[in-house]
């Protein structure tokens, strides 16, 4: 579109390009031209005109962009006119104004902004009369501009915090001022959580730095790194981290980037570094990354470890010594002569117990020499030079071992380079050798050598090593002196044969050494007598060459377990000893019990292609308690194990009443075999009544014994030594017989529907000729299978399962019925209950008794009742002495029920004359 006034034949486009030309060759800008510098600039055929529209376009267009700018920032911008007034606002500010519900609508555009600063009220009101303040001096030119940061709640979001800056519009004139409010509540937060975390560091007693990655600077170091280092924090802060870590920049930068990339901590280094005071120490370094705010900081922390690396040096000096300890032990059982002994002696000493030489000084016959008789070492060069050194000397023994040997204690130098009383320094200096220990050898109070031992550290020997190094000499002496003693005798009398173990003999000898030992100290011996179990078995099956293996594994096992074979010997053809010259609470040697067993069990002990797991029962007897000879002792412990076999326990410890207990056993075994030869035992019946018609349904055979000196004898008295005695076979046998014979005839008299129950033992149950003993007595007669029920306990059963549930279904198989005696007793499983063979549930008596007393009672004999008839069992409940019990049993659908209430066990005669008799009558 061509504008008036024009030039013929020129568009406005035209026109335009030549008037910006002109403004080119007046060197002014468009903007900035005034109404007469423009009429100036044009000419008058309209171009004036045209140059006005142009001016007026581009500041459009300027103040457009300057509004998107605006708009864009995500601070809060309000421009104020000279007077205070809001004229332009950003669109933060109108989501910002909207928020807070300020007056007016498009952000409260014509609001006095400074009457708003002054009518705030409440908390707010002081940072508002601040903002006031510094806005006005801005606007009068008193001040070039204003800063405060204030906090400000929203009803919609946590507390956030502001920076406000007030700047004029115009440098020159006053037309106003822009004011801006930036969220910096994201870096008030984490300038906070840096003052939290540094005020965390200054309690830590290790020292940390922290480095700012992107800068490479130190952003805090705590107060234990100013004080190791004996720097200010101000001094540390101005040093970069590789200066403070003796490690280039760029390795750091690498170290760091490594760290940031895991995302996780960097393994520790562990690194030697000097002290300020000269001396060397150890310190443990780790660095984890932490991003704080939009920065990665790495968290450097130091620990000084000089005391552990100390404590983990003296752990590994000691073990080298446990070492040479248990390896020396090992010889002085297998060596027979005293110059292997010597020599291996040696070898275990610098193989085992790390020492870079030991030798053996031994006094000759005559008393009047003592000469090397044994040496080993680390290199044959050191070796060779100290023969040489010895042979200069004619075999001369040298002050030290002079005055080891004549005052029969130990001599220690810990720094022999230095030692006047050290000769030989030089070979000293040449093979590092830096502490020595010269421990005499006594036997039978007479020193007759030294054992001579270096080290290549100083300051080695302590007094925790010279204690185990002086026990491990004495050792030496003892196997010494008795080499010397079995000499005139053969040695191999006091040892086992098959597994190279004490015999009794020797263990008892040894156990008398503890024994005056633990006298003179204080301290408490135990003896343990372990027995495997069937063993026998094992022989019997595959063959006594194979039961002969077996014993060599568990010998090498407990040798390995216990660690020393001085403690351990063979007693018998399955029985084992140990001694334990240091246990001295009755708690150590249950645990010590404890932890043997569960190991034992779980070791496979493998035989050919057969592996083995074996079971072990274990008697024990303590010094002074239980005896106070090696005899005596073993015999108590002999005795505890005999009680644990016979028992169910795996481990028992002697009592003072097991002797009279055994005593009274043995001589309640023989009544009893007494008692079965001339037929003093008897049956009791006690009936059991149908609980809804009330009439009587079966019978419970309980054994007594007519004791001719003290009357009838209840089952509590004698059963236990019948099982323990294996008498309960002839015993149970003759039960099941009398039983047997009791029913057929009360059904030759019409009372068949009496079933008998007979209690069966565990011995009974697992006796593998059971069922076909029981097949052979009830015969052929199918009414007296049926007559006939094995009562179990619930226990027996949950001792094997597998083998209990395969032994019921022969027994059911015959026709005999199988009931679960006091059953909830034995803690068995649900799971198994469905799985059993069984017909009968037997209720025990103190779930009766509990039931009328409690609703929880009540509830649980219900839930058995429900259970075993969901199984379709016939319920009894045994132990009935009231009519209330017998009353709720009815209403919990109880089957039968058997007690005092309907009748005590009564002789069969009795049984007879109340049942049969009465039912005939009737």
Request: hydrophobic share 45%; proline share 3%.
């Amino acid at each position: 579109m061509s504008g008036a006034g024009l030039p013929p034949g020129r568009d406005e486009s035209e026109e335009f390009s030549v008037l910006i030309k002109a403004l080119r060759d007046s060197d002014q800008r468009l903007e900035d031209l005034t109404s007469g510098q423009i009429d100036t600039v044009a000419d008058r055929e309209g171009r004036s005109f045209l140059l006005h529209r142009a001016q007026d376009r581009f500041r459009d267009s300027e103040a457009a962009k300057q509004v998107a700018i605006l708009n864009a920032l995500p601070a809060l911008v309000v421009l104020l006119d000279a007077r205070g007034v809001i004229i332009s606002v950003n669109a933060a500010w109108r989501r910002f104004a909207a928020e807070k519900e300020f007056a007016g609508v498009d952000g409260g555009i014509g609001l006095d902004y400074l009457a708003v600063c002054d009518s705030a009220l409440g908390v707010d009101a002081g940072d508002a009369d601040r903002i006031g303040v510094g806005v006005r001096a801005v606007l009068a030119g008193d001040a070039p501009s204003f800063s405060l940061e204030y906090p400000c709640d929203s009803p919609t979001t946590a507390e956030r915090w502001y920076l406000l800056t007030v700047t004029p519009l115009d440098d020159t004139q006053r037309r106003g001022v822009v004011v801006m409010h930036l969220d910096v509540t994201v870096r008030r937060h984490d300038e906070d959580a840096l003052r939290r975390f540094v005020a965390a560091m200054d309690t830590i007693a290790d020292e940390i730095y922290l480095v700012d990655r992107s800068t490479m600077r130190f952003v805090h170091v705590n107060d234990a790194a100013c004080r190791v280092r004996n720097r200010t924090r101000e001094e540390l802060l101005a040093l970069g981290p590789e200066e403070a870590d003796s490690n280039s920049r760029v390795a750091l930068i690498r170290t760091y980037d490594l760290i940031i990339a895991s995302g996780a901590e960097a393994k520790p280094v562990e690194m030697p570094r000097q002290r300020l005071d000269g001396t060397r120490g150890w310190i443990e370094l780790r660095r984890h990354p932490q991003r704080i705010g939009e920065r990665w900081t790495i968290v450097t922390m130091v620990r000084d470890i000089t005391e552990r690396k100390e404590t983990e040096a003296r752990i590994a000096y000691l073990s080298r010594v446990y070492a040479m300890l248990s390896g020396m032990n090992s010889l002085i059982v297998r060596a027979r002569r005293r110059d292997v002994l010597y020599q291996e002696a040696c070898r275990v000493a610098v193989e085992e117990g790390g020492f870079l030489l030991a030798l053996i000084n031994v006094m000759d016959p005559d008393g009047v020499k003592v000469a090397p008789v044994a040496m080993a070492g680390k290199s044959e060069a050191l070796v060779t030079a100290t023969r040489a050194c010895l042979a200069s000397k004619h075999a001369a023994p040298t002050a030290l071992v002079l005055q080891a040997m004549q005052q029969k204690k130990a001599i220690v130098s810990n720094d022999t380079q230095i030692d006047p009383m050290v000769e030989f320094a030089d070979m000293h200096v040449e093979f590092g050798l830096h502490s020595m220990a010269v421990l005499p050898l006594i036997v039978s109070t007479r020193a007759i050598g030294v054992v001579v031992l270096y080290a290549g550290e100083r300051e080695f020997f302590r007094d925790d090593e010279m204690m185990l190094l002086t026990e491990l000499v004495g050792d030496i002496a003892f196997a010494v002196d008795h080499i010397d003693k079995d000499e005139k005798l053969n040695y191999l009398a006091f040892y086992d044969v098959l597994t190279g173990l004490a015999n009794r003999s020797l263990f008892l000898e040894r156990v008398g050494l503890y024994l005056r030992n633990a006298a003179a100290e204080g301290q408490r011996v135990t003896v343990l007598l372990l027995d495997l179990q069937r063993f026998r078995n094992i022989n019997d099956s595959l063959g006594r060459a194979a039961g002969d293996a077996l014993v060599r594994l568990v010998a090498e096992w407990l040798t390995r377990y216990v660690g020393d074979a001085n403690l351990l010997a063979r007693v018998g053809g399955d029985q084992f000893a140990v001694v334990l010259p240091q246990a001295n609470q009755n708690d150590e040697i249950s645990e010590f019990l404890e932890r043997t067993m569960v190991a034992f069990q779980h070791h496979p002990f493998r035989l050919n292609d057969a592996v083995l797991r074996m079971d072990a029962k274990v008697g024990a007897a303590m010094f002074p308690d239980d005896g106070d000879s090696a005899d005596v002792l073993y015999r108590n412990a002999e005795g505890a194990l005999k009680r644990a076999k016979r028992g169910g326990d795996r481990y028992l410890r002697y009592t003072r009443q097991m002797n009279e207990s055994i005593a009274g056993t043995l001589s309640l075994e023989n009544q009893l075999r007494q008692a079965l030869e001339e037929d003093q035992f008897v049956l009791h019946y006690q009936p059991k009544v149908n609980l809804t018609s009330g009439k009587l349904c079966g019978a419970e055979a309980l054994i007594r014994w007519n004791d001719p000196r003290t009357g009838l004898a209840p089952p509590g008295r004698f059963i236990s030594v019948l099982e323990e005695t294996g008498l309960i076979h002839d015993v149970g046998r003759w039960a099941l017989q009398t039983a047997v014979d009791d029913y057929r005839r009360w059904c030759r008299a019409g009372l068949s529907e009496a079933r008998i129950a007979v209690n069966v033992s565990t011995l009974q149950l697992r006796a593998r000729d059971f069922t076909s003993e029981l097949q052979r007595l009830i015969g052929v007669e199918g009414n007296v299978a049926a007559g006939l029920e094995l009562e179990i306990t619930e226990g027996i059963i949950m001792e094997d399962v597998k083998h209990s549930i395969a032994t019921l279904h022969a027994i059911r198989a015959l026709g005999v019925r199988v009931a679960i005696d006091d059953f909830g007793t034995g803690f068995s499983s649900l799971s198994y209950l469905s799985k059993l063979p069984v017909d009968t549930l037997k209720i025990d008596r103190s779930f009766v008794i509990e039931m009328a007393l409690s609703r929880e009672g009540l509830a649980l004999v219900s839930t058995i009742i429900n259970l075993a008839h969901a199984l379709k069992l016939c319920v009894v409940a045994e132990g009935v002495e009231t009519e209330e019990q017998a009353r709720l049993l009815r209403l919990l659908n109880c089957d039968q029920a058997q007690g005092y209430l309907f009748s005590r066990p009564l002789p069969a005669a009795l049984f007879e004359a109340a049942y049969i008799r009465s039912r005939s009558a009737a």
